[in-house]
């Protein structure tokens, strides 16, 4: 069983700046795609980003796409999420999430993910 910890959340005022962490444990983490996921209030979790194993390839979510910014380093078993000029729409309990099929690609449905970490709250005020 892999074991997910998310990091870096805070309360940013709009067009503010965040760096999301995620450090991964109980998997081979270099063999698994990794996504980022959020949950605003009073709306259903939605997909914001992943990359495929080798850092490679990425997808976005519409909204966020030339604002945030995936990557991850297999060395040290992270997966990061830059997020630039933040809005308040933003707002939500960010998770990061491994894709459950070894060398599988990156997939925005959370059923293609296995093992989800407790979340980091994100803020942004108008």
């Known amino acids: 069983q892999a074991q997910l910890a998310e990091s870096g959340g805070g309360l940013v005022q709009a067009g503010d700046s965040l760096r999301l962490s995620c450090v991964q444990s109980g998997r081979t983490f270099s063999n698994y795609a990794m996504g980022w996921f959020r949950q605003g209030p009073g709306k259903e979790r939605e997909f914001v980003a992943n990359i495929n194993y080798a850092g490679t390839t990425t997808d976005y979510l519409d909204a966020v796409k030339g604002r945030f910014t995936i990557s991850r380093d297999n060395a040290k078993k992270m997966v990061y999420l830059q997020m630039n000029g933040l809005k308040p729409d933003d707002t939500a309990v960010y998770y990061c999430?491994?894709?459950?099929?070894?060398?599988?690609?990156?997939?925005?449905?959370?059923?293609?993910?296995?093992?989800w970490g407790q979340g980091t709250q994100v803020t942004v005020s108008s």
């Open positions: 999430a491994i894709g459950r099929t070894y060398f599988g690609p990156p997939s925005r449905h959370e059923p293609d993910y296995d093992y």
